[in-house]
DNA sequence: AGAATGAGTCAACAACTGTTCACCGAAAAC
DNA sequence: GTTTTCGGTGAACAGTTGTTGACTCATTCT
């Protein structure tokens, strides 16, 4: 008997250096994960067996990556926050006045969810379900990203008034907004479609109404 | 051999009517399930068995309250929109400024998310989590209670000078803000500490932001 | 009184789970 | 060219899973 099957690895593509293959079934394995969650699972009700049998592996083969589920969920966090740092990156520095940089960032944040599907589903639906560990680390990484927007706009110099603290306030109420957004996109059919138009309508009018707010915001104010 | 175990209704008290026996037994089940996923664990990932063992009955058991898992999710999704509603009620109809408004209802909603610790943990974690089934039932409640939340604002005439399509999608906004709350409000322990203080000011914050945007909305406006 | 109902029980089922261990064989190190 | 390393394999383990069907026996209905 020559060969029952052959490893994941090699499934595409030909041989390659020891280590590379490795890392190729370990993306196998982070992305066999994802594909069950796309099914409507959370993370914490994955097996291992499962994972495995997605991947083209054997079960023992799991424990050659990671020592127990909740790793291989710590590295689908880490990928999901780097996913988060390019969108920041790609939307970066557009000019026009306030009303097209919303539309415009909007509709650049829809066709970056829908490239990186499995990516958002699994931030936006383990945010706060499931295991406590996962969740706090991507609470982690989220609260990192709206640092990151904040400094963003002071760059760009929008809302110069606010405090930093303020202004940091203000970027983790729309990341909120994003996700949850990205929660509502991700349940509709791939193709465009009219709810899909209705939804987008909502979270620009949402944004509009946060930056209306964070415009007419005093950081000493007691009053209305 | 008289009686291996008492069943879980028989457990407290003494006995009652058939049917009232059986609803307690059912509410034993959905306790048991929500007692679990407190532990840190989804939805998806409870097993029949595990909830039946939980609520002190044979697997067996089950099949007489629930066809299945999903019916039993259903149910939960039920009584956690009766928990929200109450909210409401409770919450109703308070005198003083906008920011007294403000800082007492978070105060009450503070308090009102401890005393239902777990319904709101089922509803803020499978909001945008697992099943697709939950998730959706879960969504229409959560939107019906905005509605129900503008009709509020409207009866108390506070920003009358939105249009109903507005003033909806901004109690949409808000009612995200509070469950994304209550989400991190139940990862902290019970006990009051600091960390729950600087969590309850970012909320009042990001509630006022959003009403200081709603105030400064005109719907007709397409310029900034 | 007697019959019907139905919530809860018990035993059994095939299927699946996570983890262990020894083993293979090609790539890497010497 | 020999040895070491190590990613992937296969068999086996004790436990658990969802679901079935036949069985109790107190409550309810007649």
């Known amino acids: 008997m020559p ?4 490893p994941a690895a090699e499934r595409d593509g030909l041989l390659a ?3 590379e293959r490795k890392q190729r079934t370990r993306e196998a394995l982070l992305d066999a994960a994802l594909r069950l969650m796309a099914e409507g699972r959370s993370f914490t009700s994955l097996g291992l067996r499962e994972i495995t049998r997605e991947a083209g592996v054997v079960p023992t083969s799991f ?5 127990d589920l909740d790793e291989l969920g710590l590295a689908l966090v880490d990928d999901g926050a780097g996913t988060l740092r390019r969108l920041l990156r790609e939307a970066r520095a557009r000019g026009g006045d306030y009303e097209d940089l919303l539309r415009r960032s909007v509709a650049i944040y829809r066709d970056y969810v829908r490239e990186h599907r499995l990516a958002f589903l699994f931030v936006a639906s383990e945010r706060s379900g499931g295991s406590p560990l996962i969740r706090a680390a991507i609470r982690t990484e989220v609260s990192h990203f709206a640092s ?4 963003d706009l002071r760059r760009l110099n929008l809302l110069p008034h606010l405090s930093t603290a303020t ?3 203000v970027c983790g109420l729309v990341v909120d907004t ?3 957004a990205a929660g509502l996109l991700l ?5 465009p479609s009219r709810q899909e138009e209705e939804l987008l309508e909502t979270f620009v009018r949402q944004l509009r109404l946060i930056f209306l707010g964070a415009a007419a915001w ?7």
Chains 1, 2 share one sequence.
Not at 3 to 6: L, V, Y
Not at 63 to 67: A, D, G, L, V
Not at 148 to 151: D, I, N, R, S
Not at 218 to 224: A, E, G, H, T, Y
């Open 3 to 6: 060969r029952s099957q052959p």
């Open 17 to 19: 250096t020891r280590g």
């Open 63 to 67: 424990y050659r990556h990671f020592r």
């Open 148 to 151: 990151e927007l904040a400094q």
């Open 167 to 169: 202004l940091v306030m």
């Open 178 to 180: 994003m996700l949850n």
């Open 187 to 191: 349940d509709l059919p791939e193709s």
């Open 218 to 224: 005093r950081d000493d104010q007691k009053r209305s």
